[in-house]
């Protein structure tokens, strides 16, 4: 199996995962922010939606600008946000599934202006900066569907709300 396979088909499953979690979501809660630091649960779902948005333009391009970055417009309510984030999945796991190991050995730095921040393959860009980002807002969101008396969906065998072997 090549890297590329690997890399599609672990982010098909992260994906798919933090769609349940979004799923799990309701619009009441969109407003709540579990400390003033925090993102409130639309800014959460939002940044997290977007993350699938960035694989083809990673994959198209070595070079990511903040600088020059117009993110898309914010979600308004759960509906617009699965209706996005799955659109979000399908064009990257396009872009994905027309990768090679070639590509995906190629070097991709992110800068904000003159400043890089770093440079490494696009196969790491797709562990840490995808995959793995995903996987660490999804805790949180996690925590915020809790704090509202919300179900959490389990993410790899159970959660204290739904095991998937049963």
Known sequence: MQLSE???EEF???MKTTLRCFEALNN???DFKPHEKSKSVRQLADHMSHIPSWVPTMLANSVLDWAAYTPPKEIGDKEELIENYKQYITTASEALSKSDDTLLEEE???KNGDFTLFTIPKSMVMRNLIINHTIH???QM???L???NLKVPASYV???DENLFL
């Open 6 to 8: 690997i890399i599609l």
């Open 12 to 14: 098909t499953n992260e």
């Open 28 to 30: 009441e809660i969109f």
């Open 108 to 110: 991709w730095t992110m």
């Open 137 to 139: 807002h999804r805790a």
């Open 142 to 144: 996690g925590v915020y």
């Open 146 to 148: 809790r704090l509202n």
């Open 158 to 160: 159970a959660s204290a």
